[in-house]
């Protein structure tokens, strides 16, 4: 029933910035926590940032902190992912996931339970 749709994937040269965004709809309840993941072509699926819906408290990734910004609209259903000073290793396809209720971690992606369908972010040099 939950539905989340990414966008604001794009192409931008290395030390560049670009800003994803998350909807969420269709839910009755509001999820425990939002989460950015990303995968690379022949790489396994990493964690990138997360955020709890209620108190907003973040975690980062240590590959993206001091760069990336997660942050989210309560009212808006909404998680935004601030991207600043890219490097070609970030160079993956995002996803936006939701995790229903608190119980396992944060940073692994088996926790979560709702997926979207992702954006292509490329970095060039």
């Known amino acids: 029933q939950v539905q989340l749709v990414e966008s604001g994937g794009g192409l931008v040269q290395a030390g560049g910035s670009l800003r994803l965004s998350c909807v969420r709809s269709?839910?009755?309840?509001?999820?425990?926590?939002m989460a950015w993941f990303r995968q690379a072509p022949g790489k396994e699926r990493e964690f990138a940032a997360a955020?709890?819906?209620?108190?907003?408290?973040?975690l980062y990734a240590d590959s993206v902190k001091g760069r990336f910004t997660i942050s989210r609209d309560n009212a808006k259903n909404t998680v935004d992912l601030q991207m600043n000073s890219l490097k070609p290793e970030d160079t993956a396809v995002y996803y936006c996931?939701?995790?229903?209720?608190?119980?396992?971690?944060?940073?692994?992606?088996?926790?979560?339970?709702?997926w979207g369908q992702g954006t292509q972010v490329t970095v060039s040099s």
């Open positions: 996931a939701g995790q229903a209720k608190a119980r396992g971690t944060l940073k692994g992606s088996s926790w979560y339970d709702y």
């Open positions: 269709g839910g009755t309840l509001s999820p425990y926590a």
């Open positions: 955020i709890t819906w209620s108190g907003g408290l973040a």
